[in-house]
């Protein structure tokens, strides 16, 4: 009997798998690698920041530095259009205002020169029998002698560019100290305007007790700068009027007539003052036209 062979003997005889394969001892021992090596260079190459120099750096930060510095450039040249702007309308009505400060203190000045003259007057008066047509004659200036009216000032603009802080937009620094002067002359006219108007308050007391009351009435229809166009046909009418005498009243005449000339000298002082503070409010209207481009 034909022994037939075991199959695990035939598997045990058989070479392993791996010998299956050739030992590749043929294969070139040189090798060439280099492409390769290229895509790995190549791959890294590709990871790589481009290298940039130092212009290119320079050129950026001038670039970023010429765009902020034209910003700026660009909205402080808006900010001082605004400004201008702002400055041009508070000082074409501040021209506004101290043109009728002018008018205003021309009127005042007037005004007060003509109570320096009644004031002779009733001086020259008092000297003469106070009866008849002098009773009637002293009666007509005693009842102006109570005038204190003050000029009355335009300081609307200027107080609002005050409290708001607007004086920054004037950069003309010698027109702001011209304005600023003006401010000062102005105020301590208004402080003296207010002495006078006491001094006025007391005099009323003492005309009171010296005018009769009929005389008063009709001269009441006037203002005192009214006596400087009065005609003469109209003066005389007030002067033939029948006024009781006043002799009786000489105490009160004599009151009247102190105060009278304390109004009439501090007048005359204020109407310096007056003087003065028209002639810079006529500079400052030049000026502000001036700076300003104002028609």
Known sequence: ????PDSNDELRDL????????????????LNLKPETTMETHAHHLHKAPSQGWKHYFFEFL????AVTLGYFVENQREHYVEHGRAKEYATSLVSDLQNDTTAINVHMKTARIYVAITDSLLSLSHQKLEGRGAAVFSFYTRFAYWSVPVSWNRATFEQIKNSGSLRYFKNYQLLGKLMKYDIMVNDIRSESEAVQARGNMLLNHINEILDPGMHYELSKNMLIALDTMSIQTRENYFSINVPSLETK???????LNMTVVQQRNLRLNNIRLQRTKELAIELISDFKKEFHIE
């Open 1 to 4: 009997m034909e022994e037939t």
């Open 15 to 30: 070479p392993k798998a791996e010998a299956t394969y050739p030992i590749q001892d043929n294969i070139p021992q040189t």
């Open 63 to 66: 670039m970023l530095f010429l």
């Open 250 to 256: 000489r105490d009160e005449i004599r009151k009247l």
